[in-house]
């Protein structure tokens, strides 16, 4: 790791930390934090995925979608409208929306190829988003200054990675520019996530042989076609599989290549001072 010692940490110039874990643990509110004290550059994987990688394939989405207006289809052609996707830190659907759920077209769904289609290009994108890290902190310290440096990654993060790979090529280069953090959940953060998909599920992304597996599973056991599949219901039940599939694969990654720390201890962080002891704090416990 980049600080063997929470000495290292405390005294470095420039500190440099990738967080990485489900959604709704922390890792935004922790960069929103740290971001707003002047002091730290905050990295949005998923941001930088939505306008540098993604961009163009949501508006053109959206525009395909307005080409089915006669209205829109005349001021599209004529250059008269301008579409496009208002992606912020804290407002992604934009990209959500356009990777879909697979499934009954009547209800929303994409056809299976059409919705593998683009799962590919969400995981290109992250591959590229998630090495882009080292040309963003020498940008955010040598352009804009920048002391400090936050990475704030995609829960998906531990998809396309192989954590006991001493030699995987992205948790090679994370490491060493970054000191990688997870933000472990208890079992009652677990069923919050739960409880908070089932209310709203969206749209996201999985290793594609998982994804196969469980599709194929969900087919199965419900008897169904997949053009019958109802998306939300799919994807309500893929996602409990799916936090199960994450656990074990973020532990390796946090006990090979990084630092644990208990999302109940992350709660009680509310300032920079905070933040640091915390890191601090999880260095000594490591040894």
């Keep these: 790791m980049i600080y063997e010692t929470a000495s290292d940490w405390r005294n470095a110039p420039q500190k440099r930390v990738l967080l990485f874990a489900m959604s709704g643990l922390g890792k935004t509110h922790l960069s929103n934090m740290l971001r707003a004290t002047g002091d730290w550059f905050h990295y949005s994987i998923d941001y930088r995925i939505g306008t540098r990688y993604m961009g163009e394939h949501i ?12 209205f829109l289809r005349d001021l599209l052609r004529s250059d008269s409208i301008y579409i496009g996707s208002n992606i912020s830190f804290n407002d992604l659907r934009p990209m959500s929306s356009y990777l879909g759920k697979p499934g009954d077209p009547d209800k929303g769904g994409l056809p299976w190829d059409e919705y593998t289609r683009r799962q590919d290009q969400f995981q290109a994108a992250e591959v590229a988003a998630l090495m882009d890290t080292s040309h963003f902190i020498d940008r955010s310290h040598d352009l804009y200054q920048y002391p400090h440096f936050v990475c704030d990654t995609g829960g998906s993060i531990c998809e ?5 790979n001493p030699n995987d090529p992205i948790l090679t280069e994370l490491s060493s520019k970054t000191l990688m953090v997870w933000i472990e959940g208890t079992d009652a953060h677990t069923a919050e996530l739960v ?12 290793d594609p042989a998982f994804l196969l597996a469980t599709w194929q599973a969900y ?11 109802d998306p939300d219901d799919f994807i309500r039940w893929a996602f409990a599989k ?7 694969r973020y532990r390796a990654m946090a006990e090979k290549w990084g630092l644990t720390i208990p999302q109940q201890v992350v709660e009680g962080v509310n300032d920079t001072e ?3 002891g915390m890191i601090a704090d999880a260095l000594e416990m490591r040894g």
Aim: aromatic share 10%; net charge positive; no cysteine.
């Design 242 to 248: 799916a936090l199960a599939h994450r656990q074990p």
């Design 195 to 206: 409880r908070r998909f089932d209310k709203e599920p969206k749209p996201m992304s999985y």
């Design 274 to 276: 905070g933040f640091v």
């Design 59 to 70: 508006a053109d989405n959206a525009k395909r979608e307005a080409m089915k207006v006669p």
């Design 160 to 164: 396309w990675v192989d954590a006991d």
């Design 219 to 229: 087919l199965a056991e419900f008897g169904v076609a997949p053009d019958k599949v």
